[in-house]
């Protein structure tokens, strides 16, 4: 089991950019997904944007403001948020996993960070 740690969460105000990492403690190969998922308070935790291999997979609420990239030799994942808006405001994990559904599927992955705050003020 891989361990994850994220960083890099915090508060700004709306239109404003933050930039989350997420390290692991060992390999993860590039043909595993890897991806973000956040969860707002009473809200089911859902995908944000997911790599695997080059691809990448975005759900519709962040196409065109975050963009994810990963770091293959250092095993380091990011999620790079423009334009942020108060509905952004979760808590965003991160996630790794052999998984052969949907790249935004929970249930594709099987590890799993402690998870970053992100808020967004308006």
């Known amino acids: 089991q891989v361990q994850l740690v994220e960083s890099g969460g915090g508060s700004v105000q709306a239109g404003g950019s933050l930039r989350l990492t997420c390290s692991a403690n060992g390999y993860i190969g590039s043909s595993l997904f890897m991806g973000w998922f956040r969860q707002a308070p009473g809200k089911e935790r859902e995908g944000v944007a997911a790599?695997?291999?080059?691809?990448?997979t975005y759900a519709e609420s962040a196409k065109g403001r975050f963009t994810i990239s990963r770091d293959y030799a250092n095993t380091i994942l990011y999620l790079e948020m423009n334009s942020l808006k108060p509905d952004d405001t979760a808590i965003y994990y991160c996630a790794a996993g052999a998984g052969d559904t949907s790249a935004l599927d929970k249930s594709t992955y099987e590890d799993w960070g402690q998870g970053t705050q992100v808020t967004v003020s308006s």
């Open positions: 790599i695997r291999v080059g691809t990448t």
